[in-house]
């Protein structure tokens, strides 16, 4: 379990968390280079051997820093930039860590989610045994407690052949104030989400959100800070749900190469951790396509 919910209050909090911290090994951050122009920004989440997701608008800022627009692909499709993505995992308690590719990147058309296939870097990455969360895709309702976890403003140098990488990790507590099953609005937040008053600074987008249970249920997706004393943060985090509708293709033991399927797959035949996944109904076209995903009442 990531987060132990038995020592957590239920009032809003935002405290520091040292990288000796569970959380780091499932919790990664973000980083982008190309040449000698590097970038960091967001946080992610392991789900899967090998596969994390993290949001969408934290792949749009690093297409954006290098290619100068936002993801141009079509819906639910890969994607591909000119630039090398990676990611940073913190491991036995703080005193080493792992550096892995990001040598495939999908766009979630249903919601504000990117899914990340991992590579290792070293022979030490390739001899990783994962350690899974579990999930609950079921969002939680109004009332209940949640934590979150993120990397705030991150900032990357580079110093003659060396790369410093300095995170600031955070966990933000506080309850969901409301739920949208559908969206919240036809713009902004045009996918299912909810609101919590937990606070989320700049670059913590993509961490992890998790249930009293210590299930993952969510990503951090947006804040809007108060805008007087007294008020609470306004925050959202995407539900996860939707991206079982997102069709891909990644290397499988006894499932064939290059066919692509859709995330609902990986729950029902237990590759991720998930609860809920029955309670998921995907809707196709007529050449096969997800159109639509729904989540069935209780």
């Not at 090998?50 to 290619?67: C, G, M, S």
């Not at 109004?142 to 300095?166: A, D, H, L």
């Amino acid at each position: 379990m990531p987060i132990d919910p038995k020592k957590l209050s239920k009032e809003p909090a935002f405290n520091d968390t040292g990288l000796d911290s569970p959380i780091t090994e499932f919790a990664l951050a973000i980083k982008a280079h190309r040449d000698d122009k590097y970038y960091a920004s967001g946080s992610a989440i392991i789900i899967g051997q090998n596969l994390a997701i993290t949001a969408q608008h934290v792949i749009d800022d690093f297409f954006r820093e290098f290619e100068g627009n936002y993801i141009s692909a079509p819906p639910n499709s890969e994607v591909a930039g000119s630039f090398h993505l990676q990611l940073f995992q913190i491991l036995n308690n703080g005193k080493s860590g792992l550096i892995w590719n990001v040598t495939r990147l999908w766009a979630c058309n249903f919601s504000d989610i990117a899914v990340l296939r991992l590579s290792p870097t070293t022979q030490e990455a390739l001899e990783y045994k994962w350690w899974l969360p579990k999930i609950d895709l079921i969002p939680p309702r109004v009332g209940e407690r949640i934590s979150c976890f993120g990397y705030r403003n991150p900032k990357i140098t580079k110093i003659s052949n060396k790369i410093e990488w300095q995170v600031d990790s955070k966990t933000s507590i506080g309850e969901v104030t409301e739920v949208h099953d559908q969206k919240r609005d036809s713009c902004r937040l045009s996918f299912p989400c909810f609101q919590t008053n937990a606070r989320y600074d700049g670059a913590m987008s993509g961490g992890p959100v998790f249930k009293d249970t210590g299930k993952l249920c969510g990503i951090i997706c947006s804040n809007l800070p108060p805008s007087a004393d007294g008020e609470d943060h306004v925050s959202y985090v995407t539900s996860l749900w939707p991206l079982m509708g997102m069709k891909i293709d990644i290397d499988r033991r006894g499932h064939p190469k290059s066919i692509k399927y859709p995330m609902l797959e990986l729950a029902r035949d237990k590759f991720i951790h998930a609860d809920g996944w029955e309670r998921i109904i995907l809707v196709p076209d007529q050449d096969g396509n997800i159109i639509q995903v729904v989540l069935e009442p209780a």
